[in-house]
């Protein structure tokens, strides 16, 4: 009995944190489109793909710092280090297990323990960079939503940041709540006062 009941229950948390998954995956999408809308900028879209919407919230990011003067590059600089730390972890198995291949084919049938112990050390050096890559695109996506919500509510910009760091659905909530504003959008876009 007690194991079904451990089956259930982690079961019900598997469950749980795919809805809170998709359910912060829609609702960052929404609140990310409309503010990239709303600055007329054509990659909107971007905001319903993976990895793009990462290159979305740098792009938003860059717009202010255009309007302030500033020429970053943050939504390339993004994409790059979140990409990187995948490709890092897959060319480091690769090598590793080319290595041990070659050094078990030219022992003999049996390895080379130099050549297996460099290929292993070569893949924790790899799963390292890969990992500090994807710390820096994360630290960068929480720079950048940081500029947003400076720019976009700047009276509650430290309050929703320390909220979506903590709070799962924090972030998703915190950029809803922002997307109604309309500070920061060009007067070019801002909508058209209708008469009284």
Request: aromatic share 12%.
């Given at each position: 009995?007690?194991?079904?009941?451990?089956?259930?229950?982690?079961?019900?948390?598997?469950?749980?944190?795919?809805?809170?998954?998709?359910?912060?995956?829609?609702?960052?999408?929404?609140?990310?489109?409309?503010?990239?809308?709303?600055?007329?900028?054509?990659?909107?879209?971007?905001?319903w793909l993976?990895?793009?919407?990462?290159?979305?919230?740098?792009?938003?990011?860059?717009?202010?710092?255009?309007?302030?003067?500033?020429?970053?590059?943050?939504?390339?600089?993004?994409?790059?280090?979140?990409?990187?730390?995948?490709?890092?972890?897959?060319?480091?198995?690769?090598?590793?297990?080319?290595?041990?291949?070659?050094?078990?084919?030219?022992?003999?049938?049996?390895?080379?323990?130099?050549?297996?112990?460099?290929?292993?050390?070569?893949?924790?050096?790899?799963?390292?960079?890969?990992?500090?890559?994807?710390?820096?695109?994360?630290?960068?996506?929480?720079?950048?939503?940081?500029?947003?919500?400076?720019?976009?509510?700047?009276?509650?910009?430290?309050?929703?940041?320390?909220?979506?760091?903590?709070?799962?659905?924090?972030?998703?909530?915190?950029?809803?709540?922002?997307?109604k504003s309309?500070?920061?959008?060009?007067?070019?876009?801002?909508?058209?006062?209708?008469?009284?």
């Open positions: 009995f007690v194991g079904l009941l451990v089956i259930a229950l982690y079961i019900a948390v598997i469950f749980s944190a795919f809805v809170i998954g998709i359910v912060n995956y829609i609702l960052q999408a929404i609140a990310l489109f409309s503010i990239a809308r709303k600055r007329g900028m054509g990659s909107a879209w971007c905001a993976p990895i793009c919407n990462t290159y979305l919230v740098g792009a938003i990011s860059d717009f202010h710092d255009r309007q302030r003067g500033l020429n970053r590059h943050w939504g390339k600089t993004l994409v790059i280090s979140l990409l990187f730390g995948p490709v890092m972890l897959i060319v480091g198995y690769l090598l590793t297990l080319f290595t041990i291949l070659f050094a078990v084919a030219l022992g003999g049938g049996e390895p080379n323990v130099l050549v297996v112990v460099i290929a292993i050390i070569f893949l924790y050096a790899c799963i390292f960079v890969g990992a500090m890559f994807a710390a820096v695109a994360q630290f960068g996506t929480y720079i950048c939503l940081y500029k947003i919500f400076d720019v976009i509510v700047p009276e509650k910009a430290v309050k929703y940041i320390i909220i979506s760091l903590v709070i799962p659905l924090g972030c998703a909530i915190c950029l809803m709540c922002a997307r309309l500070i920061g959008v060009p007067e070019e876009l801002l909508p058209a006062e209708e008469p009284d």
